[in-house]
DNA sequence: AGACATTGTCGAAGCGCTTCACCAGGGGCG
DNA sequence: CGCCCCTGGTGAAGCGCTTCGACAATGTCT
């Protein structure tokens, strides 16, 4: 193993230059600067991150604690914690993968066991149990998703109520005159999970203020969930035409029971979801969708994270601005017969 | 922070005492285990990974390389990854997420840092770049899949060429005589991907042995590239009965399609998938499925580091045996008409 | 009873790095 | 000209832990 020591030597400088070179915290001539760094590639020195962390105090990683839930569309979450790790090595940080399975507690060991400077929490819910802990440690953190109350905490999440609101509007736009938003699993609900509970309300109250007659139904997964609350819609309220899905694990049953029941998509009826572009894409007809950034949620979460270090005051929501973008699904309401 | 110095102190030992404790590399009396037990517990205490790896020169962390890929399927890579923390966790250790962004160098990178003493690779290629590094820097490794040459290096995979046979045994005992394989997207194939072609041999070898003839086709995800599959092989190949598909993103849009070209499954044709199950029982009809074990790979490569780091030769294959279970996909071959 | 293991505890060295305090050598300034 | 203040470099302390060797205090065997 190569070590700072050893570099110095080569270089003949002493150990402390190499380390100011390394870290860029005191001028070095442009002369010396570049003799060390050319022994680092030389000997291919990487510093000892143990070391490193132990006397500095701070382990450029940060941890990442995931939900081992399935109700969660997986993808999404995928696509937000490799972000995530995308964005904190371009910081010259690595990322700490934990399972909610540890429990709670998992926040307390990484921050008193320094193996992480920072948290990324996911999957946050209103009453979050990590959250007590996380402001008894005053770990530095970041949450993926909306407590109840994120008073002092830093949170970035895609803003579910506007989402709601903007997939009602479009439906209203088009003249739809009733409409129905299939939502996430009822477990999903039962746990209070923010973002569900924000699409509702923004879906709800706009589609109050455009005089739209609506219906909300969360719904499993799988085949069998879906084309029961179809059905059940259909049955219900027969002049439903405007659907809005939130709920990915179900979007190709759904379409397929729309289909069977013989409502065609737009003509008949139209469907707006709410997912990755990429399985609105992947649908046939391609889905009228509200994208969920996930990409940039990461990202978001990430840099927040940096300018706390760097001793910025980052409590607040960043609230990410929803877009939709019509393809195949959605058009005018049928003129009723 | 609390440290093992104040921790000795509190319970009246040496610090050594205190790590021999916590270690149990030394037998200590009953009695200060206990005293230095509980000083721990009331001051919560929690070593600094740091310092530990410093000392000890083992960190306590697997990294775990996953791909960023989109077009293998995630949530078993999720599962997988989510069984290597846990079983991780189980055996003290943290995991460190990385992804292919930064390229194979990060092999070494994390070899030469300390900040990880095993590697677990995910999504290995016949021909991958990481492993001359890992056999040049001489690290801890598992890989989850094969590569061409997996000489000395500690494998655990799905046996993927039992995997095709089982599943053409499956329709050649139901009586199918012309059956087709859908496998992974084309993109997957080109990368040389160990566990799509030995599907596609043990599917052919067994097809032949059984004197079915059989017919192969990648297929992308998406809807478009499921339905243009289906019916090109319809068109070459009209009585074909049996399918095999090792697609995941691709199944709802294959089941969409078959039952609108007007065959009704298992009446007319068979489908045998091989994927999670909980992809099988979500599907409508449920489908017979040879099961992906993510689980189990996972778990089993963690055993198989911690049994490496205990000093022994894991080098070799760990083939885990499919099964298949037969659900409502799948029965006897239709008599010719 | 003496020699010899065994058991339980301690002290100290040292892992590889960061960082503080210090110092030498030049300017720029009044 | 003397002063101070930069710039670029060094030495050494110390981060919190593991582990080796030493050493009492026992027990065990002839």
């Known amino acids: ?56 105090n701070r382990s450029n990683v940060i941890a990442l604690m995931i939900p081992l839930r399935t109700d969660m569309f997986v993808p999404v979450m995928m696509e937000i914690a490799i972000a995530i790790t995308t964005t904190a ?8 993968l934990l399972t909610s399975e540890e429990g709670p507690s998992a926040v307390k060991r990484i921050a008193a066991s320094g193996l992480a400077d920072a948290v990324i929490l996911m999957d946050v819910e209103l009453e979050d149990e990590r959250i007590p802990l996380l402001r008894q440690t005053g770990a530095a953190a970041a949450l993926i998703g909306l407590p109840a109350d994120p008073s002092g905490l830093t949170c970035v999440d895609l803003d579910f109520e506007a989402t709601g609101a903007l997939a009602a509007d479009h439906l209203a736009d088009l003249g739809h005159r009733e409409v129905a938003l299939i939502g996430a699993a009822e477990s999903v609900y039962r746990r209070h999970t923010g973002f569900a509970e924000r699409t509702l309300a923004g879906f709800r109250q706009q589609a109050a203020a455009r005089g739209l ?36 694990a179900a979007l190709p049953h759904l379409l397929g029971q729309l289909r069977q029941s013989g409502r065609a998509v737009p003509e008949d009826v139209s469907v707006v979801a709410i997912c990755p ?53 959605s058009g005018p309401a049928a003129a009723a017969p």
Chains 1, 2 share one sequence.
């Open 89 to 96: 090595r371009r910081y010259g940080h690595d990322v700490l």
């Open 1 to 56: 193993m190569v070590t700072l020591a050893q570099v110095a030597r080569h270089a003949g400088v002493s150990p402390s230059t190499v380390s100011y070179v390394i870290s860029g915290k005191r001028s070095i001539s442009q002369e010396t600067r570049l003799r060390v760094e050319r022994s680092i590639a030389e000997l291919g020195y990487h510093p000892h991150a143990g070391a490193r962390a132990l006397a500095s």
């Open 277 to 329: 572009d990429e399985v609105a894409l992947h649908s046939a007809p391609q889905l009228t969708s509200v994208s969920i950034p996930a990409q940039e949620m990461g990202r978001r979460a990430v840099e927040l994270l940096m300018a706390q270090a760097g001793g910025e005051d980052t409590s607040g929501l960043t609230l990410l601005r929803p877009t939709l973008t019509m393809r195949e699904s």
């Open 213 to 248: 007659s609506h219906l909300h139904r969360p719904c499993g997964a799988g085949h069998e969930a879906a084309s029961g609350t179809i059905s059940r819609i259909l049955q219900e309220r027969p002049h439903t035409t405007g659907f809005v899905v939130q709920n990915e």
